[in-house]
């Protein structure tokens, strides 16, 4: 079946610094990516909607310069923390659709600022 | 208008038990309703997935059954196995290529 990887797995990083998180569609195109940011026994919530060759549309209350996302080719899309953080600290997951009506999620990456 | 609501936020089954999960939502946009099981430390996975022309769905153990006038859909976990503990995510969309609004989730645990 389709699958979405995530890269790095898991990432610990010390406060000020930028980090990137890398989603790819391995064996499909995905011209439409989403962001989503879990905290410890919570649920999903939707940061942003990527979009191969235009600008990203985020949702309302999150930070469009701290949480860079760029979508450049068909298979990448990549999220960006800057200046990151304690409370930046979560589980990022990325997500991306190869049929309409079936939506993979990557394995996440936990992102830990110390 | 965006929430999708679940419960229970917890659920304790004996093996070979019956797990019913249910959803309620208030956006009538949303045609698109998946159900998605996660482990700790993991993506959720999509589990099964339906669209209102349909009041239910099978797939193996899992059936997800839908109340459009209510505004509300479930799923059933048949034969629940210890494997099965996990949490379950419902979430909606408006068309199955959108957004998706996740529920808060429901705990699963199925005792051997």
């Known amino acids: 079946g389709a699958v979405v990887s995530q890269h790095p797995s898991w990432v610990i990083c010390k406060s000020g610094t930028s980090v990137k998180i890398e989603c790819r569609s391995l064996?499909?195109?995905?011209?439409?990516m989403f962001w989503y940011r879990q905290f410890p026994k919570q649920s999903l919530m939707l940061m942003a909607t990527s979009n191969e060759g235009s600008k990203a549309t985020y949702e309302q209350g999150v930070e469009k310069d701290k949480f860079l996302i760029n979508h450049a080719s068909l298979t990448l899309s990549t999220l960006t923390v800057t200046s990151a953080h304690p409370e930046d600290s979560s589980f990022y997951i990325c997500?991306?659709?190869?049929?309409?009506?079936?939506?993979?999620f990557g394995p996440g990456t936990r992102l830990t600022v110390l | 208008q965006q929430q999708v609501k679940q419960s229970p936020q917890s659920l304790i089954v004996q093996k070979g038990g019956i797990s019913i999960i249910n959803c309620a939502y208030e956006n009538t946009a949303f045609d698109y309703f998946p159900w998605y099981q996660q482990f700790p430390g993991k993506g959720p996975a999509l589990l099964i997935a339906i669209r209102p022309d349909v009041s239910e769905k099978k797939e193996g153990r899992f059936t997800i059954s839908f109340n459009k006038s209510a505004k509300q859909f479930s799923l059933h976990i048949m034969d629940s196995q210890p494997g099965d503990s996990a949490t379950y995510f419902c979430a909606a969309s408006k068309g199955g290529s959108e957004k998706l609004v996740f529920g808060k989730g429901t705990k699963l645990t199925v005792n051997p």
């Open positions: 064996d499909f195109q995905a011209t439409t």
């Open positions: 997500s991306a659709h190869p049929t309409v009506d079936t939506q993979y």
